[in-house]
Each structure stands twice: as structure tokens, then as C-alpha cells.
Nanobody, 121 residues
Framework: QVQLVESGGGLVQAGGSLRLSCAAS????????TGWFRQAPGKERELVAT???????NYADSVKGRFTISRDNAKNTVYLQMNSLKPEDTAVYYC???????????????WGQGTQVTVSS
């Protein structure tokens, strides 16, 4: 059974940093693409960043230069380092695993339960 578990969310002031973790069991993350998505209240879920099996990364324009996605194969964990956080980054953040590194939600078949990130102004 594949499980993805996010952690690291919380409340932070604008300009601060958080690091989210996505730990997997039942699946080797390095054999699949991993994406971080977020969903703010009243809004659709949107892509934040992806990392491919080969380590290539892609980011939403809104987070480029501030967020970094990375993977620790030994720990079977994907991270999202978030710096210079803004109030508009407030959302529930989800990690997802799929067969291809695309921005399309439907290509990711395994999802975590999400972790709340709140950025105060």
C-alpha cells in the first residue's frame, strides 16, 4: 500500500521560511515523478513544483526563486524548501506521486493528506 505523508507545515510570518517533507512508504519516490501542489480556500488546486525521476525540476512562476524542490533517495523523501514566504502562499500543500513529471493533476495517482501553511502579514 502506497502512502505519502506530508509534514512541516505551520504558521510563519511573511518573509519567513518553512521546509515541507513528503515521506513515502510502499513506493520508491525516485522511480516516479513527485509534485507539490497547493489549494487555498475557494481556489482550485494548483501546481507548485515537480521533480522528475532524473532530478529535473519545474516551478510555478509564482514561486520561482523562492521555493526549491529536492529529493533524498536514501530517506525516500521529497522536500519543498519555501523561503521569502508571502501571505498569498497560504494554502494546504499536498505532495503527489505519478508516472510523469507534468503540471497536470490527473497524472498523479497517489496523494498525501496535505499540510497547512499559513503566512501572516
Amino acid at each position: 500500500q502506497v502512502q505519502l505523508v506530508e509534514s512541516g507545515g505551520g504558521l510563519v510570518q511573511a518573509g519567513g521560511s518553512l521546509r515541507l517533507s513528503c515521506a513515502a512508504s510502499g513506493r520508491t519516490l525516485s522511480s516516479y515523478a513527485t509534485g507539490w501542489f497547493r489549494q487555498a480556500p475557494g481556489k482550485e488546486r494548483e501546481l507548485v513544483a515537480t521533480i522528475s525521476t532524473g532530478g529535473s525540476t519545474n516551478y510555478a512562476d509564482s514561486v520561482k526563486g523562492r521555493f526549491t524542490i529536492s529529493r533524498d533517495n536514501a530517506k525516500n523523501t521529497v522536500y519543498l524548501q519555501m523561503n521569502s514566504l508571502k501571505p498569498e502562499d497560504t494554502a494546504v500543500y499536498y505532495c503527489a506521486s505519478g508516472v510523469a513529471s507534468t503540471p497536470l493533476i490527473r497524472t498523479y495517482e497517489r496523494w498525501g493528506q496535505g499540510t497547512q501553511v499559513t503566512v501572516s502579514s
